[in-house]
């Protein structure tokens, strides 16, 4: 299927080098691969497969690749002054696209700085927008399709839900025994497995890492760092409480959430709650990456304990509040007090299951569908 972003990927790569980043089978190499008949002459080159690195390293690809992919160089030592060395020295109009299964930002090998070089995007699972584009779905059957296999490309595409279930299960498998522990050289394979099962379990719940870590028998630093790694590698995403001072909003306690929402163990509101909360992160990251806004995604809590599921941002002013609901369509009261305490922001609750929308003073009340394939992407 053709995914969203490839539009702006086409239009960057005429500008700048392209780093595209993203969970792994997301589809960044699918795409890469549709684009390459576009180039004349286009090379695809794996830091992964023995010969590609081979090639690489002596830098011998075709100078006239009218696109060069260069995939997973990250893993490679001192990549950013290589790389810088490949964008300075690369050929007068070769398009060069760099696609990685972790963010870029937490490689430090090098000293050296790529500013400038660059524009960053970053590739998520598939939205309710994105299949009712591609498949004229409804909304109501693309969020329900979306709920049952999660959005990433293999699954959706599935011919039947077992065969979804089957790769979700080797995903998990594999995402543990092999990337986190390349990715970060760790030893203690058995416990950040055993951390990654309880973050299924705790999906859009305040997380505290001091509490697991007594389950575990680890300091609280070390799940912090194994916390970091599974970020780092497009797994999971935090969501930061709202506050006005920022440095405040970090040292609250955030929610956990998976970019794959297949992956949450738990029962149908959390597994809706996560969908939601990856189909904002992607609308907040497209804001980002294409269109420069200063965007975020947050959720409000208070002392009292009044909390909403989510809240987005743009320049630092909330735009949204946004509570999921499986099938009420009363106001959630939290929701109805922060909409009035933040008459600026847009109050939405976002129903799975709801006859017909409705205004409560204040709050518009919302299929779920429907309200997120009109997000920006």
Same mark, same amino acid.
């Given at each position: 299927m053709q995914r969203f972003i490839e539009a702006q990927v086409v239009a960057d790569l005429r500008r700048k080098m392209v780093m595209l980043t993203g969970a792994r089978q997301v589809g960044k190499t699918t795409l890469a691969r549709a684009l390459m008949p576009r180039f004349p002459e286009s090379q695809y080159l794996n830091w992964d497969i023995p010969s590609d690195r081979a090639v690489l390293q002596r830098q011998s690809w075709n100078p006239r690749a009218g696109l060069l992919v260069l995939d997973e160089v990250h893993k490679m030592p001192s990549w950013k002054a290589w790389l810088k060395g490949v964008v300075d020295a690369r050929s007068e109009g070769q398009a060069l696209l760099v696609t990685g299964s972790a963010r870029m930002d937490t490689f430090r090998q090098s000293g050296e700085s790529l500013a400038g070089r660059y524009l960053a995007l970053r590739m998520h699972p598939v939205s309710v927008r994105e299949w009712c584009e591609q498949h004229g779905a409804s909304p109501d059957d693309a969020l329900s399709l979306i709920l049952r296999r999660g959005?990433?490309?293999?699954?959706?595409?599935?011919?039947?839900?077992?065969?979804?279930?089957?790769?979700?299960?080797?995903?998990?498998?594999?995402?543990?025994?092999?990337?986190?522990?390349?990715?970060s050289r760790l030893h203690e394979v058995n416990a950040m497995r055993m951390f990654f099962e309880l973050l299924r379990e705790r999906v859009g719940a305040p997380l505290s890492?001091?509490?697991?870590?007594?389950?575990?028998?680890v300091a609280p630093a070390t799940l912090r760092r194994y916390l970091d790694v599974l970020q780092a590698l497009y797994i999971v995403f935090t969501v930061q409480p709202w506050h006005h001072n920022i440095?405040?909003?970090?040292?609250?306690?955030?929610?956990?959430?998976?970019?794959?929402?297949?992956?949450?163990?738990?029962?149908?509101?959390?597994?809706?709650?996560n969908a939601v909360a990856g189909m904002l992160l992607r609308h907040v990251h497209w804001q980002q990456d294409?269109?420069?806004?200063?965007?975020?995604?947050?959720?409000?809590?208070?002392?009292?304990?009044a909390e909403v599921d989510f809240c987005l941002s743009e320049q630092q002013a909330l735009t949204h509040l946004i509570e999921c609901k499986l099938a009420d369509p009363q106001p959630h009261r939290a929701l109805l007090r922060f909409a009035a !305490?933040?008459?600026?922001? @847009?109050? *939405? &609750?976002?129903? #799975?299951?709801?006859? !017909?929308?409705?205004?409560? @003073?204040? *709050? &518009?009340?919302? #299929?779920?569908g429907e309200w997120l394939a009109g997000l920006a992407s």
């Open positions: 959005g990433f490309p293999e699954p959706l595409l599935a011919e039947n839900d077992e065969d979804a279930q089957r790769w979700r299960r080797q995903y998990a498998t594999d995402l543990i025994r092999e990337d986190v522990v390349e990715f890492l001091a509490s697991m870590a007594r389950d575990l028998a440095a405040r909003a970090l040292l609250q306690t955030p929610k956990v959430y998976f970019f794959d929402s297949g992956l949450v163990k738990g029962d149908d509101g959390v597994r809706f709650e294409a269109l420069g806004v200063d965007a975020d995604l947050h959720y409000v809590r208070t002392k009292d304990g !305490q933040f008459p600026q922001a @847009r109050a *939405v &609750q976002l129903v #799975r299951s709801l006859r !017909q929308p409705e205004d409560w @003073r204040g *709050v &518009q009340v919302q #299929r779920a």
